[in-house]
């Protein structure tokens, strides 16, 4: 390993060096019947992430697109925020639709 990573990894650990730095990084894409997908993500690992996305996406027949390739079919209207929890599917998709009604 070559000693400047093993110099920010210390530096990291004392706390010298910031920790984790996230990037906000855009998706797009088709799902199972031609479903347009737009995710936007947090991530510390672009790589890593597009790489299991792509395999989520493909594993249920869908593909991941270009950037632009499905982004002008969708208006931005706001942001829905969840705490990630117990709550059934049926009270979390009736949740999103109630916050959406304002839209």
């Known amino acids: 390993m070559p000693q400047d990573n ?7 650990g004392t706390g010298e060096l910031p920790g ?3 990037e906000e990084c855009t998706y797009e894409g088709f799902g199972p019947g031609g479903v347009a997908i737009f995710m936007e993500v947090l ?4 790589n ?4 299991e996305i792509r395999h989520l ?4 027949g869908g593909n991941l697109g270009e950037n632009g390739s499905v982004s002008w079919m969708f208006d931005t209207k706001g942001q829905i925020i969840l705490k990630r929890d117990d709550q ?3 009270t979390l998709f009736e949740d999103v639709i109630d916050a959406g009604r304002g839209f």
């Open 6 to 12: 093993i110099k920010k990894a210390i530096m990291k």
């Open 48 to 51: 890593r992430t597009v790489a």
């Open 43 to 46: 991530t510390d690992n672009k």
């Open 57 to 60: 996406i493909t594993k249920y």
């Open 88 to 90: 059934d599917e049926n």
């Open 20 to 22: 984790t730095t996230y």
